[in-house]
Structures are given as C-alpha cells and as structure tokens.
C-alpha cells in the first residue's frame, strides 16, 4: 500500500553494469507508465567518482543503448533530475554516515527506502551491518527494503551464514532476493496458465504426465564474466536459481491466494520434495560438460573443470508427480538462445489410427519462455485424404501476435516495481534458497571428488551427448521444438 511519503532508491554498485543496462531503463519505464511513487529520487552510491551530472550522462548513454523503447529526451531530463549520486566505500562508517545524513535531509521526516544491492555478493553483508549500525534501517513510519541480488551464497553452508548475518538486521519481510525469471511475463504465466484455466489442472499430474523437459539454452560463451563465472559455474549461475524456480511453478500446488507467503510454501514445498541425489545418484542422473575453447577464455583457469552445462533428471516425490521424471538442462555457448518447458502427456492406451511418420506423437504443451514467447499446444489431426493417418499439428498462442511486439517489458521492471509497493511474491524467500542449496551442494560435491574426466561439447551445438543419453536411457528425446523442425 502506497504511504504517500516520498521513496528513496538507493542503489550500492551504482557505478556497475546491472545499474546502466537493467535497474534505470526499467524504472525510467515504469516513471514512464506513471507507475513510479509521486516523489522520488534515486541515489547511486559506488566507489567512483562521479558528479551528479556525469553519473546522469553515463546513465543515460545506457538508456540509449540498452532501453527497448523509445527515449524522449525531455522526459529522461524529467527522470534523470531525480538521480544523484555519493561516492563512498562499502565498509567506511563515515561515507555511511554521510549516506544518512544525505537521506534525512532529502525526506524532512519519514521516508521510504529500498537499498538496492548492485555489488559483488561478498560485500553487501558489510553494507547491511553499516546500514544497521546507522540506523538507516530502522522503520520510523516509512519503510525499508533490501533488495538482494544473486548469488545468494555459494553452497548451503554459506547461504545459511548469509540468512543469519541479515536477519541480525532486517526481518525476512524487509528482505527481496531476486531471481530475475521470476520478473519474466512468461514465467509468471506459467501460474496462469496453470491456474487460471480449468482445462490444465485435471490433466497435471502423474496420470497424464509422462515427464517434464526445462531447458535454458543459450548461445553467448561467458563474454567478459569469465573471471566470476569460473568460479561458479552453470549449477550455480543457473540450476540453484532460475531452473529449479521453473520446476518450482510447475510442479507447485494450487495456492490458497497470490499472496507472497501462500505462494511460497508451496514452491518450498515442492523444492522439499525433490529426491536429494546421493553419489550414485549423481552419477547416473547429472551430466556435466564444458564448452570447446572455455578454457582460453578471458579469466578462465587453463585447468578449470568448471561445467558450463549440466543436465539433471529429477524426481519429485509426492502424490501428483511419483514416477514422472523432470529433465532439466542449461548452458552457455549453445545453438540458440531459447528457454522452454515442454509438458509432454502420456501416449494414448490403444492406438487406433497410424501416423504419418510411424511413431504416434504424444500431446505436449509447451511454454517458450524466450524468445518467441508463446504458449504452443500439439496435438494429433487426420491428415486429409488419407483412410485415418494422423499427424501432429500445432496450436500457438504467441505473446507478440496478441498484445503487440513490445508488449513484454523487462524482468527488473516488475519487480522493482513489485518492491515499492512490498509485494514479495517474486522474491525469494530464506528457506527457499537454503532448500534449493541442500539439492545442488551434493550434486556439486559428487563432480568434485569423481575421476571422471569433464567431457566437452561443440559450440554451437545442444550440449554433450551424455544429455541426449540421459533421455534415450528412458525412451525419449529432448523434444525441441525447434531442433525437431531441421
Ligand atoms: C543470469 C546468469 O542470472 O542469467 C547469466 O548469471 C545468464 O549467466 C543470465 O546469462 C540469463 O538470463 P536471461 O534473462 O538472458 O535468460
């Protein structure tokens, strides 16, 4: 619920990447749609030095390069005369004093705060301790939000450690860890589809399921992240987070509402019933690779064995899914960039008719997350002018056809916004995280301590093809979509 007071953005890292290419063209779009607090500014606050006006003009040459709408310059003079920025280190009580004062002055009484973490993960419990100590965190009739960026840790034990530093100072419902799919449209109507239709739900179980695909390929190496990503690699960068949050959606029950906390018991809830993989298990359920030419990249250890793709089968273990398999796969330098989860159903029991190419086709939804974001539906229709041959046909729902090309905005946008007005939904909770941790850690620790040599993969390709085996070994194919029309 608006207060009315006026709202402060506060963005730690300002100086960096995410705060130029993401956090300001999705909140000058929201400011654009009339979406922003009616009195606000937004404080970027970061070791370089910068003047107000030359912080301004560094964000707004990222506003024409990397906003996907179109920028009138009077209005981005409206926007950008409500950014300031302070220079001061992340751990020197003074610059955090300075933070403070700035602050109280701007409001003259209450305001809101959200404080934004841009930074590299291992400082911002030194920024939150500092903020604490000030008391810049204390709710004197305005709020105070933490928006956390990820990684949120790097195994359980450090995540775990992370929840207890924070929670020293803020409340879980202070606290917004974001998994930036959660911001995607199309990932959010995953829940519409699955709840605000009837059609689905009697379907979506183990009876009608024969098993589950998600994939998020894509096609770029790790560019200029070849330092960071070495050390933490594709389970961590995406499994932890991303895939495991899909498999969460569309495993998940039926919440009793929207709200933030009923939707998230049920995604912990699912995340609980994931069968943890034993070193067995690991062996025989995760594959991992990495790309040709990974390690000359820019950063890379030359002896890195850090997987730049892995692909899971996973089990959940409840009523609903017992017995159907969830296949998971991500990585970099792939053929495409394409995130989908194919829903595939179980053949029908008795097949009467033939199909064209000898092999009955079973229905499959499946939701194209990017890019063609979309809704597709096949199923089987009779060929004309044949006795009964059938073939598969497709049903498609695409986002650009319906609501307009540009009609999907960016992640951040909704959930920046989502934090202003201090709806969790699309945040990660601390138990969440740990959960998802308590599944990747063995699976991690298994890689580690095998013998097995790490295999690799062509780039331009759809990974090893230990994933095509992990498949076949059940009868099935990665059902690409794409891949499927070569
Ligand atoms: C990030 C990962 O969380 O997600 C990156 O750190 C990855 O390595 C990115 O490239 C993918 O996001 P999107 O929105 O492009 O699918």
Redesign the pocket.
């Known amino acids: 619920m608006a207060n009315g007071l006026p709202t402060s953005i506060i963005i730690f890292g300002a100086s960096g990447d995410l705060t130029q290419r993401k956090l300001i063209p999705s909140l000058f779009n929201g400011y654009r749609k009339g979406r922003m607090p009616k009195q606000f500014r937004i404080v970027g606050y970061g070791n370089t030095a910068f003047t107000d006006e030359a912080f301004r003009s560094h964000l707004e040459d990222g506003i024409k390069k990397f906003a996907s709408f179109e920028v009138k310059s009077e209005q981005w003079a409206e926007f950008a005369s409500k950014i300031f920025y302070l220079q001061g280190k992340y751990d020197t009580l003074d610059d955090f004093e300075k933070l403070s004062e700035a602050m109280s002055k701007w409001e003259d009484g209450a305001g809101n705060r959200m404080y934004y973490m841009a930074t590299p993960p291992g400082v911002f419990p030194n920024i939150i301790d500092l903020l604490g100590i000030t008391e810049q965190l204390t709710e004197n009739g305005g709020w105070r939000r933490v928006v956390i960026e990820?990684p949120f840790g790097t195994d359980l034990a450090s995540a775990k450690n992370l929840n207890q530093q924070i929670h020293r100072t803020l409340n879980e419902n202070q606290i917004y860890r974001i998994d930036?799919?959660l911001g995607?449209e199309t990932v959010q109507n995953i829940l519409i589809t699955r709840f605000a239709n009837t059609i689905f739900e009697p379907l979506w179980n183990r009876n009608y399921i024969d098993h589950v695909e998600i994939t998020?390929a894509?096609k770029?190496g790790v560019e200029h992240?070849g330092k960071f990503?070495d050390g933490v690699g594709v389970m961590r960068?995406?499994f932890q987070?991303?895939l495991l949050q899909l498999l969460s959606l569309v495993a998940m029950e039926p919440p009793s509402s929207f709200e933030a906390n009923a939707l998230r018991n049920e995604k912990v809830k699912v995340l609980c019933s994931i069968r943890p993989m034993n070193a067995e298990a690991v062996a025989q359920n995760a594959v991992r690779s990495q790309y040709k030419g990974y390690l000359q990249e820019n950063g890379v250890s030359p002896e890195s064995k850090t997987p730049t793709f892995a692909a899971l089968k996973l089990q959940v273990d409840n009523w609903r899914w017992q017995g159907v398999p969830f296949y998971l796969r991500s990585g970099k330098a792939l053929k495409e960039k394409v995130?989908q989860i194919t829903v595939q159903f179980k053949e029908p029991p008795h097949l009467l008719f033939n199909a064209s190419n000898g092999i009955p086709t079973p229905n499959m939804l499946i939701l194209f997350l990017?890019p063609d974001e979309g809704v597709h539906w096949r199923f089987e229709a009779k060929v004309p002018d044949t006795i009964s041959e059938t073939r598969s046909v497709d049903m498609e729902f695409k986002y650009a056809d319906s609501f307009g090309k540009t009609a999907i905005p960016e992640?951040y946008e909704r959930l920046l916004l989502d934090t202003i007005t201090g709806d969790a939904s699309l945040f990660t909770r601390a138990d969440e995280v740990e959960t998802a941790w308590g599944l990747i850690d063995p699976i991690l620790e298994a890689w580690n301590s095998t013998s097995q040599p790490l295999a690799a993969y062509d780039v331009g390709s759809w990974g090893p093809a230990k994933a095509d085996a992990l498949l076949a070994r059940d009868g099935k194919i990665w059902s690409m979509w794409e891949a499927r029309k070569e």
Request: hydrophobic content about 25%; charged content about 30%; glycine content about 0%.
């Open positions: 990820k930036h799919y995607k998020v894509e770029v992240r990503y960068d995406m987070n991303h995130s990017q992640a």
